[in-house]
């Protein structure tokens, strides 16, 4: 009797994708269409280390902790299913401190970390925002850099790298850094590609100490200590990490002057990518890199879902409030909520701002004021989309797990705007998403980036009206502020 032998089928290949964010760390994989698997997600949480002061440090013991053991239990999941990439996003803007034997040298300096500010005039003396893209800012590396230096002057520095950056160096053996991660430090000069040579010598570093510049399409592979814990892996590409703005765009497909991106996760952002020459940077924005042919336009928050969540927790809320915020009229509770409990970013740029709430009264509830706070939110955002040079007929991307989760913010953010918001429920994330997206395209993958749409949220004029008039008030008011601070100093 002949025995006729099966053919064995190889399931089709997936790419994982690491997201390093300010709350922790995730996990997925991802078909070669871009879409979830399910089953194969993975999380562990990491929070930022805050103090008075306006320290905002990143854990890294605990970070690298969470990306391998959410990397095991991906390797665990994938039974016999072929890796394609590793690809990986991360919150934009981190400082790790390497010496002479590549070994870091904490603290590890967070986007949100203001010690720095300080340094932020000697930094303005540049007068570089127009090559880097970045304004003079506590969050960025010249100011941060200067910083670490006089606050640990006998602490060796050899090298300057991002967490996601030191995190593949351990794992490969290579000290890379993509043209997004380092659009993101202030120290990238967005016409040549190059570290920009005055914001180094603002810092006291030289094109030695910084990470070699590459793009996400360049890859690496594991060390041999690695590859045997992860041998599903070995020989497999790892990207460079992206920043988590960039692979929002692109995992929400929100590419070209006719989409923009809105995203309200831990912090929030309006975003608008570009092909083409460096773009003109509008008051109060900012331009990074998506890769070496896209720009990113735009300007973020220090808030989003952490504001609610920190409100949550003063509060001490044992249920959703969902319903009381949705039967509130806009801007009806009297309240003022200035975000900016870490400082401001877009459009003002003051790392000394703190939140403020104006107009309590004995009548105010905890839902009013974290009413007052969403509100805040999306005023501001909606401040930085008014600047952007899009046309009436853009559309607005939504995306971020603290807006999905959310049936009020949706609707107050649509408002703000005056613009209809295309909702995306994308499972992992729009940054994750982003990141496979990308990977795929590296390795010669034609995938679509078209939005993944779920519900279209329309604007209530009214609500519009009444919007415009408290996102001039909150400008009265942060202008009064900042004036009566600089007055005291």
Same mark, same amino acid.
Request: glycine share 8%.
């Given at each position: ?63 690298? +902790? ?64 127009? +090559? ?8 960025? =590396? ?15 520095? +050899? ?17 890379? %850094? ?84 809105? %995203? ?53 809320? %044992? ?169 005291? =100093?």
């Amino acid at each position: 009797m002949t025995h006729v032998a099966r053919p064995v089928h190889t399931p089709p290949p997936v790419v994982l994708a690491l997201d390093l964010g300010s709350s922790g760390v995730k996990g997925a994989a991802f078909d070669t269409q871009g879409r979830i698997l399910a089953g194969l997600e993975a999380q562990e949480n990491v929070s930022l280390v805050y103090a008075p002061g306006g320290v905002a440090e990143m854990p890294l013991t605990a970070y690298l +902790a969470a990306a391998e053991t959410v990397l095991d239990r991906l390797h665990a999941r994938l039974g016999s299913r072929p890796v394609f990439a590793v690809a990986m996003t991360s919150i934009g803007s981190s400082l790790v401190v390497l010496d002479s034997r590549s070994e870091p040298v904490p603290p590890v300096l967070s986007y949100a970390d203001t010690r720095a500010a300080p340094e932020v005039a000697a930094v303005a003396a540049l007068g570089a925002t127009d +090559a880097t893209g970045a304004p003079p800012f506590s969050a960025y =590396w010249p100011a941060q850099v200067r910083w670490w230096r006089g606050a640990h002057p006998h602490l060796d520095l +050899a090298r300057v790298c991002s967490l996601p950056d030191f995190l593949l160096m351990r794992w490969t053996g290579e000290l890379l %850094t993509s043209y997004s991660l380092a659009s993101w430090t202030g120290m990238l000069d967005r016409r040549t590609l190059d570290w920009h040579g005055p914001s180094m010598n603002a810092a006291g570093l030289t094109a030695r100490q910084m990470p070699t510049l590459t793009d996400h399409d360049s890859s690496m592979t594991l060390r041999a200590m690695w590859a045997d814990r992860w041998p599903k892996l070995a020989g497999v590409p790892f990207h460079p990490g992206v920043a988590d703005g960039a692979t929002a765009n692109v995992g929400s497909g929100a590419i070209g002057p006719a989409r923009a991106a809105v %995203t309200i996760g831990s912090t929030s952002a309006v975003r608008l990518a570009l092909d083409g020459p460096p773009p003109p940077i509008p008051p109060g924005l900012w331009s990074y890199r998506i890769d070496r042919n896209t720009h990113l336009l735009g300007g973020a928050l220090t808030e989003g879902g952490n504001l609610y969540a920190w409100l949550q927790n003063t509060f001490r809320l %044992t249920r959703s409030l969902d319903d009381d915020l949705l039967d509130m009229a806009p801007d009806a509770h009297g309240l003022t909520f200035l975000p900016g409990l870490g400082g401001t970013r877009s459009p003002d740029y003051d790392p000394h701002a703190r939140g403020t709430v104006h107009g309590l009264g004995y009548a105010s509830t905890p839902a009013h004021i974290v009413r007052a706070a969403m509100e805040g939110v999306a005023c501001r955002l909606a401040d930085v989309a008014w600047r952007l040079p899009v046309t009436d007929d853009v559309t607005f991307v939504a995306s971020g797990r603290a807006l999905l989760a959310s049936r009020a913010w949706p609707q107050i953010l649509a408002d703000a705007l005056g613009r209809p918001l295309l909702m995306e429920d994308i499972r992992a994330g729009a940054s994750a998403r982003g990141a496979a997206l990308l990977a795929l395209r590296a390795g010669g993958v034609d995938v679509s980036l078209e939005p993944v749409a779920q519900r279209l949220v329309e604007p209530v004029s009214a609500h519009h009206d009444a919007y415009r008039a408290a996102c001039a008030r909150m400008a009265r008011l942060t202008r009064l502020l900042r004036e009566e601070r600089e007055a005291v =100093w």
